[in-house]
């Protein structure tokens, strides 16, 4: 698949663990459930890691205007 556009990336990324780096340096890792046009994001399972400190959501938005970048994360190498 070609990779022309950030919803392309998404596509791809869509139902797959990521990482998403925030704007403020935060990091979350969930799994991508879904995202709109916008690339707003809807995460599950995810787990935040500001400062230090974690914090664990069932499900979690993330809008568009605070993302920075994300990654799709190896399953391989978590084990």
Known sequence: MDINSA????????QEKVKVYITDGSEIIGWLIAYDEQQNLVLKNATTKYLGIEKHFQTLFIRANNLKFLSKLDLSKEM
């Open 7 to 14: 919803t392309d990336l998404l596509k791809i990324a869509l």
